[in-house]
């Protein structure tokens, strides 16, 4: 039996397992917003019925869940999708449960609080991992003409709107072609939605 094969990175799906409401929200507000399709569940039952009726590419997984555990929820969630990646986040670190990560190859075993930042870093890497080899080498985009005089933040501006119609108006794929974080670029058309330029 052939195991199915993970999506493309910029079309990635995120479960978030976490008990306590208001994280679980705060958590699918963020990712939402950094363009990932996300759902979540409160508990590793509710968990593995979502990822039963359309299958997730990455879960973050916090380690005291009513019944089922985190890490056993986890391991249910891989026999079904061998690829999937983790991220722990809990509350509640011990050295055993520690040691168990590590043993299932989670991403990251992050403390709560967590700074959105780790979160985003953590989600990095989880995306490398489901692209194991290197990108093909392409040819640098030339970057649009600006006006005579024109200053470096409309210029930045040009080369960012210039790449999001390349990408077909997928963000993942224009912050990986600009090398920018989802978030720096959700902030750069914000702003530029704020002063009147129309966003793809």
Same mark, same amino acid.
């Given at each position: 039996?052939?195991? &199915?094969? &993970?999506?493309? @990175?910029?079309?990635?799906? @995120?479960?978030?397992?976490?008990?306590?409401?208001?994280?679980? *929200?705060?958590?699918?507000?963020?990712?939402v917003g950094w363009g990932f399709e996300t759902?979540?569940?409160?508990?590793?039952?509710?968990?593995?019925?979502?990822?039963?009726?359309?299958?997730?590419?990455?879960?973050?997984? *916090?380690?005291?869940? &009513?019944?089922? *555990?985190?890490?056993?929820?986890?391991?249910?969630?891989?026999? !079904?999708? &061998?690829?999937?990646?983790?991220?722990?986040?809990?509350?509640?670190?011990?050295?055993?449960?520690?040691?168990?990560?590590?043993?299932? *190859?989670?991403?990251?075993?992050? %403390?709560?609080?967590?700074?959105?930042?780790?979160?985003?870093?953590?989600?990095?890497?989880?995306?490398?991992?489901?692209?194991?080899?290197?990108?093909?080498?392409?040819?640098?985009?030339?970057?649009?003409?600006?006006?005579?005089?024109? %200053?470096?933040?409309?210029?930045?501006?040009?080369?960012?709107?210039?790449?999001?119609?390349?990408?077909d108006g997928n963000r993942t794929a224009t912050?990986?072609?600009?090398?920018?974080?989802?978030? %720096?670029?959700?902030? !750069?058309?914000?702003e530029y939605q704020r002063q009147g330029f129309? @966003?793809?």
């Amino acid at each position: 039996m052939s195991l &199915p094969h &993970p999506r493309p @990175v910029n079309e990635a799906r @995120v479960l978030i397992v976490e008990d306590e409401g208001r994280l679980r *929200d705060l958590l699918a507000r963020t990712l939402v917003g950094w363009g990932f399709e996300t759902a979540a569940g409160r508990s590793g039952e509710e968990a593995l019925r979502l990822h039963e009726a359309k299958p997730f590419d990455i879960a973050i997984l *916090d380690l005291n869940l &009513p019944a089922m *555990d985190g890490l056993d929820t986890l391991r249910h969630l891989r026999e !079904k999708a &061998p690829h999937l990646q983790a991220i722990i986040l809990t509350g509640f670190a011990s050295i055993e449960s520690a040691r168990q990560a590590v043993h299932l *190859d989670v991403v990251e075993f992050l %403390t709560k609080p967590c700074h959105l930042g780790e979160l985003e870093k953590a989600l990095d890497r989880a995306l490398r991992r489901m692209s194991p080899t290197p990108p093909a080498v392409i040819d640098t985009p030339e970057l649009p003409a600006a006006a005579p005089g024109a %200053t470096l933040e409309e210029v930045e501006r040009l080369h960012i709107l210039a790449a999001l119609r390349r990408n077909d108006g997928n963000r993942t794929a224009t912050a990986k072609e600009l090398g920018i974080s989802r978030r %720096t670029l959700y902030y !750069k058309l914000e702003e530029y939605q704020r002063q009147g330029f129309a @966003v793809e």
